[in-house]
Nanobody
Framework: QVQLVESGGGLVQAGGSLRLSCSRS????????MAWFRQTPGKEREFVAA???????KYADSVKGRFTISRDNSKNMVFLQMNNLKPEDTAVYYC????????????????WGQGTQVTVSS
């Protein structure tokens, strides 16, 4: 059974940075596309970024140029470096995994972490 565990959330001032980490248990990590989504109360979960086995990545327009997704296949981990954070980035951030190519739709992801809170103060 695949398990995803996020860490690295917290409180930061606008303009600051945070780095989220997600560890994935189970075999064949390389075959899996990994993604980050986020959700605020009362809103649907939205796509943030995704990366596949060959480090091809995709970003939501709202985070392009500020966030960077990366992965370490040797450690079964994926990261989200978030720079120049804005109050509107405040959300619970979720790590997700799917077998195959990257997608930006949450319904295509098979496994999810429990989420980590990111709060950006103005």
């Amino acid at each position: 059974q695949v398990q995803l565990v996020e860490s690295g959330g917290g409180l930061v001032q606008a303009g600051g940075s945070l780095r989220l980490s997600c560890s994935r248990s189970g075999r064949n990590f390389v075959s899996w596309a990994m993604a980050w989504f986020r959700q605020t109360p009362g809103k649907e979960r939205e796509f943030v970024a995704a990366i596949n086995w060959s480090n091809t990545s995709k970003y939501a327009d709202s985070v392009k140029g500020r966030f960077t997704i990366s992965r370490d296949n040797s450690k079964n981990m994926v990261f989200l470096q978030m720079n120049n954070l804005k109050p509107e980035d405040t959300a619970v951030y979720y790590c997700a995994a799917r077998l195959g190519v990257i997608r930006d739709s949450e319904t295509t992801y098979d496994d999810w972490g429990q989420g980590t809170q990111v709060t950006v103060s103005s």
